[in-house]
């Protein structure tokens, strides 16, 4: 009977989209992982809940002095950069990510 709730869990997130059975993508910059703290899995809910679309790229990277989770999402056709400060959590970009046209 437990064997049976854990599958139909794991069923119903599927469905919903909450998990995946592909492995997410590496993160670059891993070496920062250390100084950072918010976690990566932290930082992506922050910057779909900003824009609501597909991580296609994500990346750790020390930009302008300032440790931050770089994210490319996909919404429709449209990327968009999302910056998220790996210190403190706020939003430090969101824009239109040109390079992908």
Do not use: C, W
Not at 41 to 68: F, P
């Amino acid at each position: 009977m437990k064997q049976i709730m854990i599958i139909s869990a794991f069923a119903l997130a599927a469905t919903l989209g909450i998990a995946s059975a592909a492995t997410p993508m590496p993160l670059k910059g891993s070496q920062y992982l250390a100084k950072a703290k918010v976690t990566p899995a932290k930082a992506r809910s922050i910057a779909l809940a900003k824009e609501h679309g597909t991580i296609v790229d994500q990346e750790l990277e020390m930009e302008g002095g300032r440790l931050r989770y770089s994210f490319d999402v996909k919404v429709g056709t449209i990327v968009h950069e999302v910056g998220v400060d790996a210190l403190n959590g706020k939003i430090v970009e969101d824009s239109i990510d040109r390079d992908n046209d």
